[in-house]
């Protein structure tokens, strides 16, 4: 998509496709001819079908031969940025069912949010939506985009929040790719070979512990996980240093499973065939280091993802076996299919003892019990730490990526106890299953302040919604980064 910022309305051309987005009071509002911004007219009689609800999106041929696209925000007091977010999504998705791949688009002026709020709001809508999987489409020549938008604004920063929104939206579509690609092009040997790459790409540093390296370092649940496959397993870590002199730095860790088939605890077909994308969190992750250092975040931050499949075979870990992990405690495995929660243990262990961030944000498809609990829209989370708790919050609200905490108690530990080992992998209760994740991996975080966040829900969506498309989101890049330009 290319970008151009105009900031004066009077000049818009007749001959352009011109987007302007109008609310329920405008359109009662609008007189018989009505001027709605600069030169800009939308007579009352061309609209009489139009009603401007939230994504209500129409093609107007004014009498004078200019075509516009009228865009709905609903009702005035309810427009909020994330409504404004879908609402240009369904721009995008009527210009490119219509054929229609350059636009310019009159960004409207809302009195109750601020001027630069709305204009990144309809650029994130636009951008993020106009994406598509289509890597093993042999004819890709029909699928239009939308290639050229001018926005129309008089806001003096434009350029800049734009050039950023197109970098974060860039990157979203590049954790997209990465989750919705095959096993057979994205095993563990092939996400450290291409966090190599796009590290050295942006001057970061990449890491990665190889077999070898991962048995040296005593990472036996990793290890135990990584049993039944063929393809080794990778520890990949990448450090991003915005800001060299302070030692202050943010740490994330990524569930890396290329593909869970549950292992002895088989997966029934139905739930296997989209286990891909067990990979997300790494995904996420990598993708948020990338974002940063593309914008050049004044921050440090350090990005862990353990990476392995998770196979059935001969020699795949069983039930009732016992693995010693990073830290030194030992896990009896109750369930093949827990293991998202294993390789995080020796993950977030190793990344507080040798990496020592100030915080840890852990993201993983978790539990499906977190599916089950908060659908699609929303994304669990535990947290013993209020601060940590209460920026992820704000960040979830500003970027629509949201997130809900979940109760941390200690009455949950009894469930996680095991007869043989110090812990079990598999809870001896039912019910509860994302806090009871949660509660294991707490055994091996110490002191650093931490945050769990299970996007088994919002990672991987069954159907299309607003500006996110059916399968990979890219979930959790936007509330990451605003989370790391908050966290102080
Ligand atoms: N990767 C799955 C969780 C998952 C489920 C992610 C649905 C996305 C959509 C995880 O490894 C798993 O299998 N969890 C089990 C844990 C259980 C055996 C304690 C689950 O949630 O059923
Ligand atoms: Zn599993
Ligand atoms: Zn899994």
Same mark, same amino acid.
């Given at each position: 998509?290319?970008?151009?910022?105009?900031?004066d309305?009077s000049?818009?051309?007749?001959?352009?496709?011109?987007?302007?987005?109008?609310?329920?009071?405008?359109?009662?509002?609008?007189?018989?001819?009505?001027?709605?911004?600069? +030169?800009?007219?939308?007579?009352?009689?061309?609209?009489?079908?139009?009603?401007?609800?939230a994504?209500?999106? #129409?093609?107007?041929?004014?009498?004078?031969?200019?075509?516009?696209?009228?865009?709905?925000l609903?009702?005035?007091t309810?427009?909020?940025?994330?409504?404004?977010?879908? !609402?240009?999504?369904?721009?995008?998705?009527?210009?490119?069912?219509?054929?229609?791949?350059?636009?310019?688009?009159?960004?409207?002026?809302?009195?109750?949010?601020?001027?630069?709020?709305?204009?990144?709001?309809?650029?994130?809508?636009?951008?993020?939506?106009?994406?598509?999987?289509d890597?093993?489409?042999?004819?890709?020549?029909?699928?239009?985009?939308?290639?050229?938008?001018?926005?129309y604004?008089?806001?003096?920063?434009?350029?800049?929040?734009?050039?950023?929104?197109?970098?974060?939206?860039?990157?979203?579509?590049?954790?997209?790719?990465?989750?919705n690609?095959?096993?057979?092009?994205?095993?563990?040997?092939?996400?450290?070979?291409?966090?190599?790459?796009?590290?050295?790409?942006?001057?970061?540093?990449? #890491?990665?512990?190889d077999?070898?390296?991962?048995?040296k370092?005593?990472?036996?649940?990793?290890?135990?996980?990584?049993?039944?496959?063929?393809?080794?397993?990778?520890?990949?870590?990448?450090?991003?240093?915005? +800001?060299?002199?302070?030692?202050?730095?943010?740490?994330?860790?990524?569930?890396?499973?290329?593909?869970?088939?549950?292992?002895? +605890?088989?997966?029934?077909?139905?739930?296997?065939?989209?286990?891909?994308?067990?990979?997300?969190?790494?995904?996420?992750?990598?993708?948020?280091?990338?974002?940063?250092?593309?914008?050049?975040?004044k921050? +440090?931050?350090?990005?862990?993802?353990?990476?392995t499949?998770?196979?059935?075979?001969?020699?795949?870990?069983?039930?009732?076996?016992?693995y010693?992990?990073?830290?030194?405690? #030992?896990?009896?495995?109750?369930?093949?299919?827990?293991?998202?929660?294993?390789?995080?243990?020796?993950?977030l262990?190793?990344?507080?003892?040798?990496?020592?961030?100030?915080?840890?944000?852990?993201?993983?498809?978790?539990?499906?019990?977190?599916?089950?609990?908060?659908?699609? #829209?929303?994304?669990a989370?535990? !947290?013993?730490?209020?601060?940590?708790?209460?920026?992820?919050?704000?960040?979830?609200?500003?970027?629509?990526?949201?997130?809900?905490?979940?109760?941390? $108690?200690?009455?949950?530990?009894?469930?996680?106890?095991?007869?043989?080992?110090?812990?079990?992998?598999?809870?001896?209760?039912?019910?509860?299953?994302?806090?009871?994740?949660?509660?294991?991996?707490?055994n091996?975080?110490?002191?650093?302040?931490?945050?769990?966040?299970?996007?088994?829900g919002?990672?991987?969506? !069954?159907?299309?919604?607003?500006?996110?498309?059916?399968?990979?989101?890219? $979930?959790?890049?936007?509330?990451?980064?605003?989370?790391?330009?908050?966290?102080?």
């Amino acid at each position: 998509m290319k970008i151009k910022v105009k900031n004066d309305l009077s000049n818009i051309s007749q001959t352009d496709t011109v987007v302007v987005f109008l609310d329920e009071e405008n359109i009662k509002q609008l007189d018989a001819t009505g001027e709605v911004r600069g +030169n800009v007219l939308v007579e009352k009689s061309d609209i009489s079908f139009f009603f401007g609800a939230a994504g209500e999106v #129409t093609a107007v041929s004014r009498k004078d031969g200019a075509n516009l696209i009228l865009c709905g925000l609903g009702e005035h007091t309810k427009i909020n940025r994330e409504k404004i977010r879908n !609402s240009a999504a369904a721009v995008t998705g009527f210009c490119r069912s219509g054929k229609i791949s350059s636009v310019s688009i009159v960004v409207p002026q809302l009195g109750n949010l601020k001027d630069e709020d709305v204009l990144l709001s309809v650029a994130e809508g636009l951008m993020l939506s106009d994406y598509s999987f289509d890597k093993y489409k042999s004819d890709r020549s029909r699928d239009i985009h939308l290639d050229k938008v001018v926005f129309y604004t008089e806001l003096s920063g434009a350029s800049a929040i734009l050039k950023e929104a197109l970098i974060v939206a860039e990157n979203t579509y590049f954790c997209r790719d990465l989750v919705n690609d095959t096993t057979n092009e994205i095993n563990p040997v092939d996400f450290a070979k291409l966090a190599k790459k796009i590290s050295s790409a942006s001057g970061m540093k990449c #890491t990665v512990l190889d077999e070898k390296a991962i048995k040296k370092k005593n990472m036996g649940l990793l290890l135990a996980v990584n049993k039944g496959s063929d393809v080794p397993p990778r520890f990949v870590i990448v450090e991003y240093k915005g +800001n060299p002199s302070s030692k202050k730095t943010i740490g994330f860790v990524g569930k890396g499973i290329t593909f869970d088939s549950g292992g002895m +605890n088989l997966k029934p077909g139905g739930s296997m065939g989209t286990m891909r994308m067990d990979m997300a969190g790494a995904g996420t992750v990598l993708s948020i280091v990338k974002t940063a250092s593309e914008l050049k975040i004044k921050k +440090n931050i350090t990005a862990v993802m353990p990476l392995t499949e998770n196979m059935l075979s001969s020699s795949a870990f069983r039930p009732g076996d016992v693995y010693t992990s990073y830290n030194g405690k #030992t896990v009896e495995i109750g369930n093949t299919d827990a293991e998202g929660r294993l390789i995080l243990a020796d993950a977030l262990a190793y990344m507080e003892k040798e990496l020592k961030p100030d915080v840890i944000v852990d993201m993983a498809t978790l539990t499906g019990a977190c599916v089950a609990a908060f659908g699609e #829209t929303v994304a669990a989370f535990l !947290s013993e730490d209020d601060s940590v708790a209460s920026v992820l919050e704000s960040s979830a609200e500003i970027t629509g990526e949201k997130l809900w905490r979940l109760p941390f $108690y200690e009455d949950y530990d009894d469930r996680m106890k095991s007869d043989a080992a110090d812990l079990n992998n598999m809870s001896s209760e039912k019910n509860a299953g994302t806090i009871a994740a949660a509660v294991f991996l707490r055994n091996f975080v110490e002191k650093t302040p931490w945050a769990h966040v299970d996007i088994a829900g919002t990672a991987w969506y !069954s159907k299309a919604r607003g500006y996110r498309p059916k399968n990979a989101t890219g $979930y959790g890049l936007r509330l990451m980064i605003d989370f790391i330009k908050e966290w102080k």
